[in-house]
Every structure is written in C-alpha cells, then in structure tokens.
C-alpha cells in the first residue's frame, strides 16, 4: 500500500528562522507529489505540486520553496519564517492520474 | 477553473440520524470527486470517490455519495450517524483532466459533530 511519512509532526519556531519539512514515500514508484497549508476554516490551499526529480509547480508566491531531491522524497523550506506560515502543513501523494491523493499525518508549525 | 462548495460549515446531528453532508463542483470537463475525512491533527483519509463510473458510489464507514451532473452535486450521505463519525469532512474536484498531473481542489470542509 501506499505510505507517505512525513515530519516532524509539530514544530515551534521563532520568526525569522529558517524551516524544513520533509516527506517520503512508499509503495509507488514515480508519484506526483503535493504539498498542502491547512488553515482553520479555510479547508487546504495547494502550495507546490511535483511530477518528478526536481520539477515544481508553485501554485501560490510565497515566502516557502520546494524541492524534490529523489523521487520519493519532498521537502518544503523556508529561508525566513513569518507569523502567517503558522499552519498544518500535509504532503501528499498521487500514484496514478485517475486516483485520490494519499496523505501523511501532517506537520503543525507554529511561528512565535 | 474547477471549484468546490460545501455547504454548512459545522453540521449537527443526533446518533443514529441521517448524515448529510453537500457539496456542489464547477467543472468545465468531467469531474472525478472525492470525499475525505480529518480526525483531529491527523491527515487525510479518503471515503470514496466518484471517476465516471457509477453515480452511486460507496464507500468506507458506511458512506456513500451519489453523482448528479444535473445539480453539479456530490453529496455526502450515511444513513445511521455514529459517535466515531464526528470529524471534518472536505469535498475536492479535480483538475487538469489529462495533463500530467491531477490536482485536487478541495473544499473548505465541514465539520460534522454527532451528538449522544
């Protein structure tokens, strides 16, 4: 089955430090790969998508970049945090172009 | 652009009442849809989802959504609510139908309480 693990799970960070989250996958090979903020009552806001080894879509300009180093590792960074990148931040992945996405348990950063 | 609303942000229902759940796309081509669950600080699961195949689509938990282009409607239905099944529920569409990747747009969730 497909797994994405993702981490850390919570983060509390000063503004104006930098930021790194990371996922990786298992179970599929080659999967389009996502990364959603999750804001209270505001459902999930696509940042970055990616359809292979270093190709990124952003969807929003923003203080976060994306990288995707191997196939089944996403990594979401930023070089300044600021109080607005306060979130749950989720990776997900896609294994064929018909299907659902599946997610990791998600990743809550609280900027101070 | 693809679109999705969900109608009710907090839904309140009695244990062993009729979940309903609406959700309403935009799409310009042929919509696949999807309905997912979030217990609290956890990721997505999906319940189901809908790709041109049957409109009455079935799915985990005792969900079940049913597909009406005619309304542009993907609402979500359990006919016996149970305490497990208080969570948030997002409704999503995709897009990009038949490019290299299909991004899900999802809704701004509703949340679904069950009350004893």
């Known amino acids: 089955s497909q797994t994405i693990h993702q981490w850390p799970a919570t983060l509390v960070q000063p503004v104006g430090s930098p930021l790194s989250l990371e996922c990786t996958v298992e179970g599929t090979s080659n999967p389009n790969l996502y990364w959603y903020r999750q804001a209270a009552g505001r459902g999930l806001q696509l940042l970055f998508y990616?359809?292979?080894?270093?190709?990124i879509s952003s969807e929003v300009p923003q203080n976060l970049s994306a990288s995707r180093p191997q196939d089944r590792q996403f990594i979401l960074s930023s070089k300044k945090l600021l109080l607005s990148d306060s979130g749950f931040y989720l990776c997900?992945?896609?294994?064929?172009?018909?299907?659902?996405?599946?997610f990791g348990e998600g990743s809550r950063l609280t900027v101070l | 652009a693809q679109s999705v609303t969900q109608l009710g942000s907090h839904v309140s229902v009695s244990e062993g009442a009729l979940v309903l759940l609406r959700c309403n796309y935009s799409?310009?081509?042929?919509?696949?849809l999807f309905w997912y669950v979030q217990y609290p600080n956890q990721g997505l699961q999906l319940l189901l989802k809908?790709?041109?195949?049957?409109?009455l689509v079935k799915g985990i938990n005792g969900f079940e959504a049913e597909f009406k282009k005619s309304e542009t409607s993907f609402h979500l239905t359990k006919p016996s609510a149970h305490m497990s099944d208080a969570a948030e529920y997002f409704c999503?569409?995709?897009?990009?139908?038949?490019?290299?990747?299909?991004?899900?747009?999802f809704g701004t969730g509703t949340l679904l309480a069950v009350q004893p």
């Open positions: 999503a569409v995709s897009s990009n139908y038949g490019g290299a990747t299909n991004k899900l747009i």
């Open positions: 990616s359809v292979g080894i270093g190709q």
């Open positions: 799409s310009s081509v042929p919509p696949y």
């Open positions: 997900a992945g896609q294994g064929n172009l018909a299907g659902e996405l599946f």
């Open positions: 809908y790709t041109s195949a049957a409109t």
